[in-house]
């Protein structure tokens, strides 16, 4: 569908917005919440059913949910003196309040004819394991994240960091170091000293003055650190870094793998004994 609001247009299917012809950028959770908004004009939506629906199974304060909503509004109302695209009504929740008309497409997506030219299969995003136990900490991570073409999962605590990795292993791990039920540097500890999970890169975030947290997790085997507050530069220059050695290690190991699998076939068709002609 395409909803049309104000001189904005909303293409749900290829999820873009757009003004006057032009593509607004949005970030990826700015767009389902406003979205969900959209679907919903003819009631309010309160601040539970908006965070349960945009944010399932996670934890996210108020503050984060308040900051993605104004991210909403200064995409959909840059002018604050226009009439309003979203409201809130306080006690109750929000509502999208802007004259709207929704059509389906009027052409369908492309779509590759059978025995034609394959598109170039779409590059793999790395996927980031955020650990911290302080929900707007995770969300302005994945966010920030997540604009930069990352995908992210997270953890609240350390035991569930560990719970994460054994079902999905992630290309890079961002962990926070004082958290419950099991603190970073243990986490880091036990990842680092078995041989599936060694090769992970995990990002320690510290405070500034935290010297004795970094000393103990160089200790753990952390391979780099990041000083909370985190700058969304520095976090970008040492995320691509880690994740290049590491896409280089596993292709080394993938290299290794395969001349290892071909070595031992060779080796066995050596050493097969010839069977004795009758």
Not at 262 to 278: D, G, K, Q, Y
Request: aromatic share 6%; charged share 30%.
């Amino acid at each position: 569908m395409i909803h049309r609001f104000n001189d904005y247009e909303l293409d749900e299917l290829r999820r873009e917005l757009r003004r006057g012809g032009q593509p607004v950028a949005v970030e990826p959770k700015v767009f389902d919440v406003l979205l969900y908004l959209l679907y919903h004009c003819d009631r309010v939506v309160s601040k539970e059913e908006l965070l349960e629906h945009c944010w399932p199974e996670t934890f996210v304060g108020d503050a984060a949910l308040s900051r993605c909503l104004a991210k909403v509004r200064k995409a959909v109302q840059p002018d604050q003196a226009a009439a309003p695209v979203v409201k809130t009504l306080y006690g109750r929740g929000y509502c999208f309040v802007a004259p709207l008309t929704s059509v389906a497409r009027e052409q369908p997506l492309p779509v590759t004819p059978a025995g034609g030219d394959k598109a170039p299969a779409e590059e793999q995003r790395s996927k980031i394991l955020i650990v911290d136990d302080e929900p707007f900490n995770v969300d302005y991570l994945e966010q920030a994240l997540e604009d930069l073409g990352y995908e992210t999962v997270s953890a609240r605590n350390g035991q569930e960091a560990l719970e994460k990795v054994t079902t999905d292993a992630p290309d890079l791990i961002l962990l926070d170091v004082m958290m419950p039920v099991m603190d970073g540097l243990t986490v880091c500890r036990i990842l680092k000293e078995h041989d599936l999970t060694r090769l992970i890169p995990i990002v320690i975030m510290t405070a500034l003055n935290a010297r004795e947290d970094r000393i103990k997790g160089i200790k753990a085997g952390a391979d780099d650190f990041l000083t909370k507050p985190v700058h969304e530069e520095e976090l970008l220059a040492r995320i691509e870094t880690a994740l290049k050695l590491k896409h280089t290690v596993d292709r080394k190991i993938g290299e290794l793998r395969e001349l290892k699998a071909h070595f031992a076939r060779f080796v066995r068709l050596v050493s097969t004994p010839e069977t004795p002609s009758s």
